[in-house]
């Protein structure tokens, strides 16, 4: 019943932090329709969640801001520190864990269950200014935030929500490879094409990531490494009948509202020596501009 429940909390906050980013949606009605709108914290409201914009000027001036509720994503810097007079857990996390800045202080009551490292996805109230010890014992300040929810999640939850998603579910066969798109995610961190390569010859495959383009707005993005996702990789080297399911990871893309994209895959079929190329071309729905940091805006 637990497990059930805990399940139900991390697909609910999903749904809740997608439409939370995109910043243009009401979505009380949808928590009543999950019949878990009841705060833990009485002064948590979900229709008055600060936007992301006002959010980040309130971690980088907390003490203006006190009982406000807020929704985010984060990582955890250190395992949770008990007080056990005061019942009372203490979490400092990085509300911007690429660049490990944006510290904010949780507070809350109940175990979290999480650990160093941990992404989490957070609900609270805002309690100003708050301060949490270092491992050289020194405090560190930052937004102090008590928790309503905390779920453990992924990266892509906590950090890079899919902002647009594409929903291809299309083959391309060549001599006896399959590679099957299952999807394509927009986030304003990255772009992931999630695969499925299966191998039905008697020959072994070889992947080439760095042939792999995805084309829109007339660039080419190539393949990236984000080893802090822990997405789960594509092998590039498949056996004999193997098959093999995993994210193609790509820099983020800004405008991608009503595009033309064309995705490109490369291999090479050993005994064979076939070369192989899989291609697809496809139009992105209406989406909203993403805003991309200059530094992960890729050449052409």
């Not at 995805?214 to 789960?232: F, G, M, P, S």
Request: charged fraction near 25%.
């Amino acid at each position: 019943m637990k497990k059930g429940l805990a399940i139900i909390q991390i697909l609910f906050l999903i749904v809740i932090f997608s439409i939370f980013i995109s910043n243009n949606q009401d979505y009380s009605a949808t928590l009543r329709a999950e019949g878990i709108l009841d705060p833990v914290i009485e002064d948590f409201k979900v229709e008055q969640v600060l936007d992301k914009e006002t959010f980040l000027s309130a971690i980088q001036t907390p003490k203006q801001y006190k009982n406000e509720s807020v929704a985010f994503g984060a990582q955890l810097k250190h395992d949770p520190i008990y007080n056990e007079e005061k019942n009372i857990y203490t979490i400092h996390v990085w509300q911007d864990p690429i660049h490990r800045v944006n510290s904010v202080v949780i507070q809350t009551h109940v175990d979290p269950g999480l650990k160093a490292y941990d992404y989490v996805l957070v609900t609270g109230v805002t309690r100003g200014q708050g301060y949490v010890y270092n491992s050289r014992n020194l405090p560190v300040k930052g937004l102090l935030v008590e928790a309503n929810t905390l779920v453990k999640a992924s990266y892509a939850d906590a950090v890079a929500p899919a902002i647009t998603v594409i929903d291809v579910n299309k083959t391309v066969k060549q001599y006896g490879v399959n590679i099957t798109v299952k999807s394509i995610e927009f986030s304003e961190v990255d772009t992931r094409v999630n695969v499925v390569i299966e191998n039905s010859t008697k020959d072994n495959f070889n992947f080439f990531t760095f042939k792999t383009g995805l084309k829109i707005n007339n660039k080419t993005y190539r393949q990236v490494e984000h080893w802090h996702a822990q997405y789960d990789p594509v092998e590039t080297y498949l056996g004999k009948r193997a098959n093999d399911s995993g994210v193609l990871v790509f820099p983020a893309i800004g405008d991608h509202n009503e595009r033309e994209l064309r995705l490109v895959i490369k291999g090479r079929v050993y005994k064979g020596k076939h070369n192989a190329t899989f291609e697809w071309k496809l139009t992105t729905p209406a989406a909203p501009v993403i805003e991309v940091a200059p530094e992960e805006t890729p050449e052409a």
